[in-house]
């Protein structure tokens, strides 16, 4: 079964025919809301809301173990990640959507793996490639189908949040190698690779990064949500095409 998780911009899904809400607690806690069943393209999926259903839960509370397990706990395999970002390379600019290949993590104090030696024993999985090859190309072939754009490439830097960075920070994440700037997309898709759950993520971008472009002196954070609600038009769609795909060929790997 296939989830779609969604962030800032995306806390429902218009195409979600919604057949049922459902409270799941699993060892680690709630998830950020009940899990919404439904259908879209007439294809079952769980739709949850990353930061609950008013958007209340900010990047560094989100109970990020407790919305994987749930899903696992409802036999999803598949991930699909909606996650907002700032660009920091000059050719991302807002209404891009970016699908990352790696990652970097800037996180700290998250609860970020479940093999902490209390619930299970510790364990180091691979995450070389931290994104399934399979979900990225899904992705891909979802926009091509209906003649959208998902930039192929993008190092995402998972910083803390839930403050945006200085202009310093970012000229420090450029010089890491990032190219896009994120607080939510660590330890989310690692924690899905713990649980051998096919996952990647797509990125809008909602703003360019701190000290860049527009954002030279600052970011107005309304100009973001703005941005947002035009390119969270096409998101959606992309998901709708995403899961009539998905109906047509059974993935289930989280192998490259
Ligand atoms: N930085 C971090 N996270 C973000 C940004 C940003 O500039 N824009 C949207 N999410």
Redesign the pocket.
Known sequence: MLAIIGG?GLTQLDNLEITRRQIVRTPYGEPSQPLLFGEIEGREVIFLARHGNGHTIPPHQVNYRANISALHLQGVTEIAAVA???GIHPDLAPGSIVMPHQIIDYTHGRKSTFFDGIDLPVKHIDFTDPYCAIMRSNWQQAAHSIDETIINHGVYAA?Q?PR??TAAEINRLERDGATI???TGMPEAALARELGISYAAICPV??Q??GRGKSLHG?QYED?IENLNQTMVRVRNIIGALVKLNGLCKINTHKK
């Open positions: 800032t907002t970002v700032g910083t949040g945006l960075e700037v994120g607080m909602a703003n990064a701190a970011i973001v």
